[in-house]
């Protein structure tokens, strides 16, 4: 019950002290973590990882409202589906991590994407994402958010795939 009123640290030590750490916040009522594999190397993967204006043309719901610079410090806003969300870039290693905070809805949240090196020139790409809020794990629980993470690495390795092919 302790965690069902949890409000986290504030938006700019979430941002500060955790998603420019290359961290979540693990106390957060709503976590989740996903990985999957790519048979691309990692600068394969951050090309499409990173392309975030295209976004909407391999995985749907997904759109930029606003993005300038892709850079540490940087705000972006996107809408998932009909949510209007307000991010901020913490990580910007490119072929190595993505991660930024967010609020939606007065949530919030760290989403961090980190890629690994395998053997072979595959990559192994993981999602994670805390959220935090009160109330937050009644409206949306780790279930769906895993559910959501999964069909987004699932798109992206397609993508990745379908430039691929389209390269050779």
Do not use: C
């Not at 930029?64 to 998932?80: D, K, Q, S, T, V």
């Not at 999964?150 to 390269?167: F, H, I, M």
């Amino acid at each position: 019950m302790s965690k069902l009123f949890y409000r986290g640290p504030s938006l700019a030590t979430l941002h500060a002290d955790y998603a420019a750490r290359h961290r979540i916040d693990t106390e957060a009522p709503v976590t989740s973590e996903s990985g999957i594999t790519v048979d691309a190397d990692p600068a394969q993967v951050w090309e499409v990882l990173a392309d975030l204006r295209n976004w909407p043309a391999w995985t749907p719901g997904h759109e930029i409202l606003e993005l300038g610079e892709m850079a540490p410090g940087a705000e972006f806003r996107w809408r998932l589906g009909k949510v209007r969300i307000s991010s901020r870039f913490a990580v910007v290693a490119p072929g190595r991590e993505l991660t930024w905070s967010g609020r939606v809805f007065g949530y919030k949240a760290v989403d961090q994407q980190v890629l690994e090196a395998l053997p072979g020139g595959r990559t192994r790409v993981t999602m994670r994402e805390s959220l935090a809020g009160p109330l937050v794990s009644l409206l949306f629980g780790a279930d769906r958010l895993r559910a959501g993470h999964d069909r987004y690495l699932t798109a992206l390795r397609s993508e990745v795939a379908k430039r691929s092919a389209a390269q050779r």
